[in-house]
Structure formats: C-alpha cells, structure tokens
C-alpha cells in the first residue's frame, strides 16, 4: 500500500518557539482565537510579538466552542474588511477548526456557506479551491489535545441540524504550525483532563486505522506512551513544565499521525454526543474509546496488543493485551476525572436515550466509520456500542 505523510511546511516546537512570529514575513495579521481566557492570552503572549516587530494586528475573538456555521460566515467578512496576508489561529481546536474554514470562503468569498460546508463535510476527503492567494495560515494551540495546527479537518457545526460537518482536506492544513506549552500552564485540569484523552483517542485510532503506515505507526505509539506517563502529572500539577511540554510534543505527533493515517468510530461516536449534546470532544472521545476498543477487537486485537506491550502491560495472548488496554485507558480516564458516558451526558441523559436511534444514525454516517478496522454494518452496531459505554459493559475483556 501506498503510503504519504503530509505536514504543515514549518512546524516550530518547545518553550519560547512563539518568539518566530517576529521573524516570519507578514505585513497584516488576523489573529483569530476563542472567549475572554484565550483573548487575553493573545493580548498578553502574541500581540507583542506581532507588533513588536512591524506587523499591523487585528485581534478577532468569540469563537464559540463547536463553532456553529454562522461563524464561519461572521469571519469571512472580518477577513474581508482586514484584508490580512496572513490568518493566526490561536487557541484550542475550535478557533484554528473556525479560521480554516473562514480562510477558505475569504479567499473564495462567492461560494455558498451552509452549501459548501455541507458538501466537503460529508463523503471522502475533498479538494478545495485553491488558496494561499489572499493569504496564509499559521496555528498555534493554546491546549495539548486537538492537533487541530497539524490537521487537514475543520469540524463546523450545523445548529439546526444539531450535526457537526467534518471539512476534510489537506489544502487547509496550515503553512506554519507553533507548539510552545508556555501558552499551556494555565490550562484547567479537566480541559487537560479533556484534551489529554483527545489526544489519546487520536494516537490510539490512528494506529489501528485501515489507512496506517509505518511512520504513522511510529508517532502514534510514541504519543500514547507520552500521554499515559505525562498526562497524569499535568493533571494534577498543572505547572509541571515537562510534562506540558511533553503533552504538547504527544498532541502533535498524535495529530500528525492521524491526519495522515485517518481515524475510527470513537470519534464517529463521539461528535453526536458534541454536536447533539455538547459534550467536550475530548470528552466524548474518552467516554467512547475503552468500547471502541472492545467492539474492535475481533478485527484488531494483535494491534491493541502491540500497543499494550509497549506500555507493559501484562498478559500472554493478543486478546488478553488487547483487554488490558482497554481497562488501561479506563484507569488513566478515572485518575483525571473521568467517570463515563452517563456523567458527561449530564441532563441530557434521558433524551439521549429517547432519542438513541437517531444519534446512533449520525454516528453510523460519520466519514470515520470508512477507515475503522472492524466494519460497522449498520447504525444497530453504533447503537449497541453507545448501550455499552451507558452500562459500562465490556463484551470481550
């Protein structure tokens, strides 16, 4: 099989790396990030940088988590009265999700929105316009979870519908990508909580995914092993700075390796329960993944396992390795706080279980069903698999 690695053309890592703003050849910068926190972080941490050395700045905030469609439309026409040469996407993964697909329409400002999204959200990976004519992108993460300053995605969601569209191309994955943790130390411990297992579930689904390759495989076990000895003690000493900064090397690799290598039915599982119910994706992911793992293992228990003797876990046979990841990963999910499916679901329990059938019909049309290593054959599997996270059932561990 055929395999590529596709990348950002400068990815910059480690504490202070920030500071290649000021070398970077840029004349007007949209710096577009998330609410008050992540605002006043830009004032503080990258607008100095910015304007220090020439640039002319405009600081875009109020992207919602989840960005709805609307905002894509919102900042199109930001982009448009700024007229920059260069979009910095600062923040978690919904503001650099947001500036990817507000970059796509600034430079293309006649294409219908809700049309276009809908269409290059849905089905395989697409090929955009071409960009880069107006302007370029560069994404720095301020959480060590999403790698969305790596990926080729940019979730945008549909209010209405109560449906993420997932834009998947590598025309927008940005020119430059920033991972300094330094932006990272005032991360709360259940958005570390989050984004840790976010970053997790990439690396994990990656490595199984149809799609692997080699290299992949190499970023993918590296960022697990990073996430189960590093994620721990950022938890619970959130100014520890190796292990934020070794978080933020698992985040990119782990974005890395799934961009390429694609990913699997967590996620599938886990955008209804963000789209639907607005459970944090990482979140969402961490509550879905251990029975993942157990509804896959029929079709990829010697690759759990090989994950699982990286770790040193015990166990003789590929199923019983396979099995002890999965309760691996509900161990480390207990340590940083969390508990399972009904917990993240909160109030929303009872109608997500009233309407169970139509958010397992949205998990079964996700794209990442496609490259999953067990076939789902219907939206009954997806189904089933949401009744074991809700029980805490594991069929073959």
């Given amino acids: 099989m055929i395999g590529w690695i596709r990348a950002p053309r400068e990815i910059t890592f480690g504490y202070g790396c920030r500071d290649h703003l000021a070398q970077m050849d840029m004349k007007r910068v949209a710096v577009i990030c998330g609410g008050a926190t992540t605002t006043k972080l830009a004032e503080e941490m990258i607008l100095p940088i910015l304007k220090g050395s020439g640039k002319e700045v405009e600081l875009m905030g109020g992207v919602l988590p989840d960005p709805p469609m609307r905002q894509v439309a919102e900042f199109k026409e930001k982009l448009l009265n700024f007229e920059p040469d260069w979009i910095m996407a600062f923040g978690g993964g919904s503001p650099i999700d947001l500036a990817k ?49 790596v990926t080729r995605g940019s979730v945008i969601t549909d209010e209405q519908e109560k449906r993420k569209y997932i834009v998947r191309s590598f025309n927008i994955v940005p020119v430059v990508a920033i991972y300094d943790p330094e932006v990272c130390l005032a991360m709360s411990p259940s958005v570390t909580a989050n984004t840790g297992m976010d970053a997790l579930t990439h690396a994990v689904e990656a490595y199984v995914s149809t799609r692997d390759n080699a290299p992949c495989e190499w970023l993918a076990l590296r960022a697990i092993q990073y996430v189960f000895e590093y994620l721990p003690r950022a938890y619970a000493k959130p100014d520890d700075r190796q292990a934020r900064e070794k978080m933020h090397e698992a985040n990119m690799m782990a974005g890395i390796a799934f961009t390429n290598a694609s990913l699997g039915i967590t996620h599938s599982h886990a955008h209804p329960l963000g789209g639907r119910y607005g459970v944090p994706h990482g979140l969402g992911n961490a509550v879905m993944l251990p029975y993942v793992i157990d509804f896959n293992m029929p079709a990829a228990a010697a690759k759990y396992a090989d994950i699982a003797r990286m770790l040193d876990l015990e166990g003789g046979r590929d199923a019983d390795l396979a099995a002890e990841l999965a309760y691996e990963v509900l161990r480390l999910s207990s340590f940083v706080g969390i508990t399972g499916l009904e917990d993240a679901l909160g109030d929303n329990l009872d109608d997500f279980k009233e309407n169970l059938d139509a958010v397992a019909q949205d998990a079964f049309a996700d794209p990442n069903v496609t490259t999953n290593p067990r076939k789902l054959w219907s939206a009954a599997d997806a189904k089933m698999i949401y009744h074991n996270a809700l029980e805490k059932r594991l069929l073959h561990c």
């Fill in 101 to 149: 697909s507000a970059w796509v329409f600034y430079e293309h400002p006649e294409l219908p929105i809700a049309e276009k999204v809908k269409e290059w959200g849905t089905g395989p990976i697409k090929t955009l316009p071409p960009l880069r004519r107006k302007a370029r992108l560069v994404a720095m993460e301020t959480t060590s979870g999403t790698g969305s300053a």
